[in-house]
C-alpha cells in the first residue's frame, strides 16, 4: 500500500477484504434471527463503532443499535485486566434478543465481563459479535459470530487505535514494536 503511515508495519486487512466479510456477517445474523421481533446491538465505544455502522446498514432484519462503554486499557499498551463500565444502555434489553458488537477480542476480559453483565439482565438470547479475534488457545466467553482470526500483534484502523490514533484508518495494520514498546 502506498504512503504507508510511518507507524504501520504491514496492512493486515483491506478495507475490501473488511467490507465484505461484514457483509456475510449480516448476512449470518439476519438468517439465524429471520423469526426474531428485532435485534438489539450493543456497540461498545470507542472501537466498535466504525464496524457496528457498517454491519447494522448491512443488517437486512429489524434492529436498534446501543452503546456501551468501558475501559480496560490505558493510553499505552498495559493493562491491569479489571473492566470498568463507563456508559450503560439507554433501555432495559430484558425479553430482547441481545448481540454484543465488539472489535476485537483480545484477551477475552472485556467481553466475558460484558457477557456475564448483560446475561443478569435477562435478555432472550444473547450471542458476541467480533470482528477481529486474536490467535489465543482458551477464551472463557463464547464468541457467536468472528471476522477475523488474527495474529497477536498490535493493530490499528477500523476503529482499533493506539493512544487515541490512527483509529479512522479504512484497513488494519500492524503497529509497528517500537512505537508501543518506547
Request: aromatic content about 8%.
Amino acid at each position: 500500500m502506498e504512503n504507508l503511515h510511518p507507524d504501520l508495519e504491514r496492512v493486515l486487512l483491506t478495507e475490501e477484504e473488511i467490507q465484505k466479510r461484514v457483509g456475510t456477517l449480516a448476512e449470518e445474523i439476519a438468517s439465524d434471527y429471520a423469526d426474531a421481533r428485532r435485534v438489539v446491538l450493543i456497540g461498545i465505544l470507542k472501537g466498535a463503532f466504525i464496524f457496528l455502522a457498517d454491519l447494522s446498514r448491512e443488517l437486512s432484519i429489524p434492529h436498534m443499535v446501543d452503546f456501551m462503554s468501558l475501559s480496560s486499557y490505558g493510553d499505552r499498551a498495559t493493562t491491569n485486566g479489571a473492566v470498568r463500565l463507563i456508559l450503560d444502555l439507554r433501555k432495559p434489553i430484558k425479553g430482547e434478543h441481545v448481540i454484543i458488537v465488539e472489535d476485537i477480542v483480545d484477551t477475552g476480559n472485556t467481553m466475558k465481563y460484558l457477557y456475564n453483565t448483560l446475561k443478569g439482565r435477562k435478555p432472550a438470547s444473547l450471542k458476541t459479535c467480533t470482528l477481529f479475534k486474536k490467535d489465543r488457545e482458551h477464551l472463557e466467553v463464547p464468541l457467536d459470530y468472528v471476522g477475523f482470526e488474527i495474529p497477536d500483534v498490535w493493530v490499528v484502523g477500523y476503529g482499533l487505535d493506539y493512544a487515541d490514533r490512527l483509529r479512522t484508518l479504512p484497513y488494519i495494520a500492524e503497529l509497528k514494536k517500537e512505537v508501543y514498546q518506547e
